[in-house]
């Protein structure tokens, strides 16, 4: 089991930048992926970034190409969404997920079997 806690969510204004930090604990060591996903009140959940945990390599859904990067601290467990240029259309809740293998392509919420409770993004204009 892996439990998961996302944090650095706040208000922020348009064009600037904000982290989002996602400490895992647990049973760390059997992820494949991590990703970070988003959703917006009255929208469908959408993916953000992901991370494949031994490659190092990234992807990003083409809404935040250019802006946001994700990353990670192997020592401390943890994945990270820097975003920059900031827009009011990024507010959200991100919620970052882990998931133990490759069943499905990593822009999928399928492919992750746990998740954290979220964190809100709000930028205003």
């Known amino acids: 089991q892996v439990q998961l806690v996302e944090s650095g969510g706040g208000l922020v204004q348009a064009g600037g930048s904000l982290r989002l930090s996602c400490a895992a604990s647990g049973r760390t060591s059997s992820s494949y992926a991590m990703g970070w996903f988003r959703q917006a009140p009255g929208k469908e959940r959408e993916f953000v970034a992901a991370?494949?945990?031994?490659?190092?390599?990234?992807y990003y859904g083409d809404s935040v190409k250019g802006r946001f990067t994700i990353s990670r601290d192997n020592a401390k467990n943890t994945v990270y969404l820097q975003m920059n240029s900031l827009k009011p259309e990024d507010t959200a809740v991100y919620y970052c997920?882990?998931?133990?293998?490759?069943?499905?392509?990593?822009?999928?919420?399928?492919?992750?079997?746990?998740w954290g409770l979220g964190t809100q993004v709000t930028v205003s204009s």
């Open positions: 991370l494949v945990w031994s490659s190092r390599v990234t």
């Open positions: 997920g882990s998931g133990r293998y490759a069943t499905a392509s990593v822009r999928t919420e399928a492919e992750y079997d746990y």
